[in-house]
Nanobody, 117 residues
Framework: QVQLVESGGGLVPAGGSLRLSCVASGSTLGFSAMGWYRRAPGKSRELVAM???????SYADSVKGRFTISRDNAKNTVVLQMNSLKPEDTAVYYC???????????WGQGTQVTVSS
């Protein structure tokens, strides 16, 4: 049973930085893609950043130039470095992992990020 555990959320003033980490456990198989989504209050879930194996990373336009995603495939971990945070980045951030060949998708429990103005 795959489990994704996030860490690193919290409260930060505007302009600050946070680093979110996600570790996948419960399986020795790798993932086709690992990334992050977020859901702000009153809004639908949106893709923040995604890293696809053998391909380039992708980012939401709203975070380009401020957020950086990185993966360690050997450890099944994904990290989201968030800089120059804005109040509109406030949301619950969810780790996501996919196995394309198995048509499987997994989600973490979410970690709250709050950016004060």
């Amino acid at each position: 049973q795959v489990q994704l555990v996030e860490s690193g959320g919290g409260l930060v003033p505007a302009g600050g930085s946070l680093r979110l980490s996600c570790v996948a456990s419960g399986s020795t198989l790798g993932f086709s893609a690992m990334g992050w989504y977020r859901r702000a209050p009153g809004k639908s879930r949106e893709l923040v950043a995604m890293s696809v194996s053998g391909s380039s990373t992708s980012y939401a336009d709203s975070v380009k130039g401020r957020f950086t995603i990185s993966r360690d495939n050997a450890k099944n971990t994904v990290v989201l470095q968030m800089n120059s945070l804005k109040p509109e980045d406030t949301a619950v951030y969810y780790c996501n992992a996919q196995r394309f060949w198995m048509k499987s998708e997994y989600w973490g429990q979410g970690t709250q990020v709050t950016v004060s103005s």
